[in-house]
């Protein structure tokens, strides 16, 4: 017998979840971004970087031309951006802002 639908999808935003919460949380600002970004969750080993509700960071981040599957994958309430240009710049930046402050 397989498993309810609902339940899977329940399992998966659960583990999305404790995932993203594990990140680290810093201003979008610290990438580089508008300030009306927000704060977005990253992880500097993948470089990947996480919104709750990507509409901030589309709008004033200039994300929004990164296409599902391209360099976007949304998971449940998380979306996740990575392995393109514009994710490149923003950890560029965040290493300008580190190599700044040492």
Do not use: H, P, W
Not at 33 to 53: F, S
Request: aromatic share 8%; proline share 0%; hydrophobic share 30%.
């Amino acid at each position: 017998m397989r498993e309810s639908t609902l339940n899977v999808l329940d399992e998966i935003n659960n583990l999305v979840d404790r995932q993203v919460q594990g990140m680290e949380r810093i201003a979008a600002s610290k990438l580089g971004l508008d300030d009306r970004c927000g704060r977005v969750y990253i992880d500097r080993d993948d470089r990947v970087i996480v919104v709750e509700g990507s509409r901030g960071i589309d709008y004033y981040g200039g994300f929004e031309y990164i296409k599902e599957g391209e360099g976007r994958v949304t998971v449940g309430d998380y979306t996740f951006y990575m392995e393109c240009d514009r994710v490149e710049d923003c950890f560029e930046s965040l290493e300008d802002v580190a190599e700044e402050a040492e």
